[in-house]
């Protein structure tokens, strides 16, 4: 059926080179372009071919809340909500201006970072559940792989073993692969591909040989599997030898930098995906469990985590998961709370550190999952939409989000 029209005088989207940067602040209209139109479909298709993975694995599906009284992450990115319009007090920040506020909920909250910290809260009761919605980062990052709304993908299982939460995730990621590859979106793209060359806008997409590896080499399976430390050795050598220069120096205590991880990716995975695993207990969150969890956290040998991040060729992280502290005297040493006085059950927690994951936050409850008995357990988070960038070859994520929210911007 055709679209029924009043006047095409003044239509923003013409039969001419548009800059993405220009369609982006016309989101509502951007969806008619035939590239849009076959995202939309590939998200759909994508969706079910989830939940159909999931269900046939016995995982019972959930509906946590977008409206949240913690920050799952700790690194106070987290936009505060309130019933009331007012102008920001200067010099404060979200949370202060969030807690001078008459609130609707008495006390400061805020849209989800993670789902996670209340899918756990399932685990005692069902050995697998899994979600899929929305979450917000207030990240000031203009950068083509960070949006503030996007769609995650979370599981928690009961498991003790870090390589059954990565098999998952390799399951899950060949399983959606080959259930697409079953479909024509590979050849939809390539001809959407032809059409961006004519355009003279190829730099923004993957080429057509590039596309079609990726599928490839995802639904191979068998993706390499190192540790942090042998990452971190690796880049050091290469800086060594003078294979390699990075504009950041390998260094254990900082983490790895995006062109650490796209050297990592490169040299480890040869076109493959890339789990990194045992990270720096220091630099991950408080609800992880380290690596060795027969140790306390204060020792050497719990110095890592039981954790990994999924490195996917150029475009780098896309899955992060761990083991989590199911015990409760590690769990509250962790967040820096007196480990040898537990407070009772809805009581803010004793001694409890000044800094951004406690300050303004409640995660009493969370201390409580594990205070009235709890299972070793762990999961992980799939960035839904930085993997529909690997695999349709779009570089920026503002362009696979149908309705990008990002900083200075939130049109229609």
Known sequence: MGLLTSSLKGYPIQKKFQTPEFL?????????????????????????????????????????????SSDCEGAGETFS??????????????RQLAASEDNF???????????????????????????????????KSDTPRHVSEFWMLEAEIRTQSLPDIMDLVEDMIISLVQGLKTSSFMEELKTARRLWDKSGTQELFADEESLQSRWDELEQGSWPRITYSEAMQLLRNS???????????????????????????????????????????????????????????????????????????????????????????????SMGGDDSNPAPGGEEIEHAPDNALMS??????YVD??????VPHGGFGFGFDRLLCYLTGIRNIKDIVPWPRYYGRCDC
């Open 360 to 365: 303004g936050s409640n995660l009493s409850w």
């Open 369 to 374: 999952l594990r205070r009235f008995g709890s």
């Open 105 to 139: 909920f008495r006390k400061p909250k805020y849209l989800t970072v993670s789902s996670q910290l209340h899918l756990e809260a399932y685990i005692p009761e069902h050995a697998k559940v899994w979600t899929f919605a929305p979450t917000f980062r207030a990240e």
């Open 24 to 68: 982006r602040t016309i989101p509502h209209l951007r969806l008619r372009l035939p590239i849009q139109a076959l995202l939309t479909r590939m998200r759909s298709e994508s969706d079910f071919l989830l939940a159909r993975f999931f269900r046939d694995r016995g995982f019972l599906r959930t509906q946590p809340p977008v409206i949240t």
């Open 239 to 333: 800086v060594r030898l003078r294979e390699s220069e990075f504009v950041h120096e390998p260094d254990w205590d900082m983490g790895l930098q995006l062109e650490h991880e796209r050297y990592i990716a490169a040299k480890v995975g040869q076109g493959k995906p890339v789990f990194v695993t045992d990270y720096p207990f220091a630099i991950k969150p408080f609800y992880m469990l380290p690596s060795s969890p027969t140790r306390s956290h204060g020792t050497t040998s719990a110095r890592t985590a039981a954790c990994f991040d999924l490195l996917l060729p150029e475009l780098c992280e896309v899955v992060g998961g761990s083991l989590r502290e199911h015990r409760l005297k590690h769990l509250i040493a």
């Open 81 to 94: 909500i309130s019933s009331k319009v007012q102008a920001p007090a200067e010099g404060l920040d979200a």
